[in-house]
């Protein structure tokens, strides 16, 4: 009995208010502190990020999330206008791209044949054209980049933020220029950065990704299929361009559209098949006009879709949320569970111990006992592999968790059965309230207008009168 461990609480929660034996309320958050007459988009933001920062980061740093996944959230991610990440290998258009979706190019592009982007690139609006470099666009609150410190100083000496005044899609997106894909080995040791774990990262708060392919290059390398295979879990997000579609024949052109499909198949597992904007996206004239009507219906679209971000985001703020929400319950019944696996009664010591509970087949039986006991699918949980691979990479040692108290789950599951229908349906009602606000003052102005038009007549017949009796006299 003396040697047996008791479940606790995670050391880092201790009176956590997911845990009713410590403390009641369970999954009740309170949301007192948060003004009713907000916006829609920044009662959303507020009111996740009382949840995320009351309920949900102290968990988070007991398990050691952010060095699992991705860095735990600030307050300026709920509250950021949607980004749109732009990203492809070099030379495809990326940045004549944004430049034709601002109507201007931005400070710092430049445009050429060879690799030119190399570097992260945050465009904002801002009321004059600067450029802010990213050691010190990362300490500003009000901007959604506090997060990019975890990934180290190589990165932040290639990150900077650029203001753009008068380009409106500015006004409700931030879009973010990547550089593009490189082969071999710069990939991986010339960046001095994870790019895959960036473009993770920046994938997991996005709303819109925006993967494009030259029509002349459809080859998808070893690096373009590692940064594509980043974005797992966000293909729904995802929208790919076929650019310089203009400098091909119709029959040329079906048959690179059908290669582009093929190729992605083979790398994006998903049964549907992915939204591909086909044409010619800069200022410059079609090259090949026998596409033309398609080209020009095309662009339409894609900019009709960018375009629809700022109605859908707080929506999609609270899928990502829930979606976080459950990726962090999972994570923590795993390190809870492999916690239980430790014991002192073994002469092996503690890392011998984690070295035998980590084996890849070892955890494998672990997932599918925790998938059935907790009625989970196995799509949820990670992959054995690496699960051990970052462990190891990382030196975590897992006995040093706390286990979790057992109503945890039970809680976790009320916050996401009550909670977010909740604010769901409150997000409704401040729609509706918006909707009826803005249909008064429709009303008012067209019976004002009404009204000025009834008194122009009569101003005018006055007018006349007075003319014909000073013509009589």
């Not at 990440?85 to 201007?104: E, W």
């Not at 990547?178 to 997991?204: I, M």
């Not at 569970?337 to 002192?344: N, P, Q, S």
């Not at 003052?441 to 014909?468: F, W």
Request: glycine share 6%.
């Amino acid at each position: 009995a003396r040697v047996r461990s008791r479940p606790l609480t995670p050391k880092y929660c201790r009176g956590f208010g997911w845990f009713p034996i410590s403390m009641p309320g369970g999954s009740k958050v309170d949301l007192r502190g948060i003004d009713e007459n907000l916006e829609p988009r920044e009662f959303v933001g507020q009111t996740l990020s009382q949840i995320y920062f009351s309920k949900v980061l102290a968990l988070e740093k007991a398990y050691q999330y952010d060095k699992f996944y991705t860095p735990s959230w600030t307050r300026a991610d709920f509250c950021c206008k949607p980004i749109v990440l732009v990203l492809g290998q070099y030379s495809v258009g990326k940045t004549s791209f944004i430049h034709h979706l601002l109507g201007r190019p931005y400070p710092g592009a430049h445009v050429s044949p060879e690799p030119t982007t190399d570097k992260f690139v945050a465009i904002m609006e801002g009321t004059l054209e600067k450029t802010i470099p990213g050691n010190a666009a990362v300490m500003q609150e009000d901007k959604p980049f506090e997060t990019l410190k975890t990934y180290g100083s190589q990165l932040l000496n290639r990150f900077e933020c650029v203001e753009v005044p008068e380009a409106p899609l500015l006004e409700n997106l931030i879009i973010i220029d990547s550089p593009g894909v490189l082969s071999g080995e710069k990939q991986r040791v010339e960046r001095g950065y994870d790019f895959s774990g960036l473009v993770s990262h920046w994938a997991e708060r996005s709303e819109r990704i925006l993967l494009l392919f030259d029509a002349h290059k459809l080859d998808i390398s070893d690096e373009l299929k590692e940064a594509i295979q980043a974005l797992n879990g966000n293909e729904d997000k995802i929208r790919c361009i076929l650019n310089k579609a203009d400098r091909v024949g119709s029959q040329e052109l079906m048959r690179v559209y059908g290669a582009l499909l093929w190729s992605l198949g083979k790398v994006v597992k998903t049964p549907e098949v992915m939204r591909i904007f086909v044409g010619s996206f800069w200022e410059q004239p079609y090259v090949k006009e026998d596409n033309k009507s398609l080209f020009d219906a095309e662009r339409q679209s894609l900019l009709k879709d960018i375009e629809s971000l700022p109605a859908n985001s707080t929506i999609r703020k609270i899928n990502e949320f829930a979606k976080r929400l459950r990726h962090v319950k999972v994570h923590s019944i795993i390190c809870s569970a492999l916690k239980k696996k430790f014991t002192m009664l073994s002469l092996k010591s503690k890392q011998a111990q984690q070295d035998e509970i980590l084996r890849p087949s070892n955890l494998d039986k672990v997932f599918r006992t925790l998938a059935k006991q907790h009625a989970m699918h196995m799509g949820d949980f990670p992959d054995a592999d690496n699960f051990s691979e970052t462990v190891d990479a990382l030196d975590i040692k897992i006995w040093e968790f706390d286990r979790l108290a057992g109503s945890y789950v039970e809680t976790m599951d009320q916050l996401l059965s009550d909670e977010m229908p909740l604010l769901f349906s409150k997000l409704g009602e401040k729609r509706e309230k918006s909707a009826l606000a803005a249909e008064t003052v429709a009303v008012t102005a067209a019976k004002g207008a009404t009204a000025t038009q009834q008194q122009q007549p009569d101003r005018t017949k006055h007018d006349e009168t007075k003319h014909d009796d000073t013509k009589n006299s």
